[in-house]
């Protein structure tokens, strides 16, 4: 009898050990999905591949809308500075320095469509820490907006440059402002990379903010203060989940202010 109920509680220890490291494998396995998906959301081809149809849609709507935004305007000037003029040369640049980030890489040269896919989801969620920025900033300091609109445009207008916003804000501050600051700090002045991205971080947030009181516009320390947090967290997401996902939070919340 007792060597019954030994035989039985083995087959009981042996059976949940199996079950136990079948667990374990699946948790594992979930572990390297989920990080292999980190990693592949950074990629510059897949980003390239997510903000594509935003870049088209904005570039086409351009056309036929005029709109107020100065980032791409800028990026034409420095380029006219160099020589080279062109409707939508902005726009090619950022193409290209993707790609060129992209065979420099050596990464695999297909897109990875679960991984877009995914970028999209996070992007929805990635905005919801600026809206809930921008209700608590309205309640404790006044009327705040980070939409690139002004507020005078047709809506249609309004969506395209808050879209083109996303991207050239982006492209310009964390891919070109971070990218440049680290290079300068790790790559030339061989600083510590931590202490230089949190100079990359706070610099480019600093300037993203000032950069939309060029023009006509009056400065407002309350919206210098939430723009700043706003880039300070979309600089934060450029570094944690890549462009794409730093592009895609950006133009949803400049597309859902412009709805409101």
């Not at 667990?23 to 292999?36: H, I």
């Not at 902005?90 to 050596?106: F, K």
């Not at 492209?171 to 030339?188: C, K, N, T």
């Not at 931590?194 to 516009?217: C, D, E, N, W």
Request: charged content about 15%.
């Amino acid at each position: 009898m007792e060597q019954k109920e030994a035989t039985e509680t083995q087959a009981a220890v042996a059976s949940f050990c199996q079950f136990a490291g079948m667990a374990s494998k699946k948790e594992t396995r979930f572990r390297k999905a989920a990080s292999d998906y980190l990693v592949r959301t950074h990629r510059p081809l897949n980003c390239l591949t997510f903000i594509l149809p935003l870049l088209v849609a904005y570039e086409v709507g351009s056309i036929f809308y005029s709109d107020c935004l100065l980032a791409p305007r800028h990026l034409a000037i420095v380029l006219n500075s160099l020589g080279a003029a062109a409707r939508f040369l902005p726009a090619a640049l950022i193409i290209a320095v993707l790609l060129a980030w992209h065979v420099a890489s050596r990464q695999k040269r297909h897109v990875d469509a679960d991984a877009v896919a995914g970028m999209l989801a996070e992007s929805v969620v990635g905005m919801a820490p600026l809206v809930a920025l921008a209700i608590l900033t309205e309640r404790l300091l006044g009327p705040v907006a980070l939409a690139a609109g002004d507020g005078t445009q047709a809506l249609a207008a309004e969506i395209l440059t808050g879209i083109g916003a996303g991207i050239y804000e982006e492209f310009i501050f964390r891919l070109a402002g971070i990218g440049l600051i680290m290079l300068v700090f790790v790559d030339l002045m061989k600083a510590p990379r931590k202490p230089a991205a949190v100079i990359a971080v706070v610099a480019t947030s600093v300037l993203f903010s000032l950069y939309h009181f060029i023009g006509p516009a009056c400065f407002d320390w309350r919206l210098f203060a939430f723009r700043g947090l706003a880039g300070l967290y979309l600089a934060i997401l450029y570094i944690g989940r890549g462009f794409g996902v730093a592009v895609g939070a950006h133009a949803c919340y400049n597309v859902v202010v412009a709805l409101m």
